[in-house]
């Protein structure tokens, strides 16, 4: 398995920006598509973003189109989400995770990732 850290959350007011980072070790980074997914206190785990192991191809749930931007650098083993236009209601915890497959129907789907890391609180303020 491939081991996961997140950071770069916190507290950030409303239209702010926040930039997550999901560094990796233990596996070969570049033979995993890597997503963000997030849960929000009350609510179900949400699809945010993937990107394939090469990062030629991105996916992006709803919520995150046209303010979110996934990418990742292989060569640091890390895969980053840059968040813009913040709102409250994008306060959760952010999670990455890694598959060894990918698609945009697959990397939409929590089940399809085998590791996670512990998470990363974000909070926006109205």
């Known amino acids: 398995q491939v081991q996961l850290v997140e950071s770069g959350g916190g507290l950030v007011q409303a239209g702010g920006s926040l930039r997550l980072s999901c560094a990796a070790s233990?596996?070969?980074?570049?033979?995993?598509?890597m997503g963000w997914f997030r849960r929000a206190p009350g609510k179900e785990r949400e699809f945010v973003s993937a990107?394939?192991?090469?990062?030629?191809?991105?996916y992006y749930g709803d919520s995150a189109k046209g303010r979110f931007s996934i990418s990742r650098d292989n060569a640091k083993n890390t895969v980053y989400l840059q968040m813009n236009s913040l709102k409250p209601e994008d306060t959760a915890v952010y999670y990455c995770?890694?598959?060894?497959?990918?698609?945009?129907?697959?990397?939409?789907?929590?089940?399809?990732?085998?590791?996670w890391g512990q998470g990363t609180q974000v909070t926006v303020s109205s």
């Open positions: 233990g596996r070969t980074f570049s033979n995993y598509a």
């Open positions: 990107i394939s192991w090469s990062g030629s191809s991105t």
């Open positions: 995770g890694a598959a060894r497959r990918s698609g945009p129907i697959l990397l939409s789907t929590a089940s399809s990732f085998g590791s």
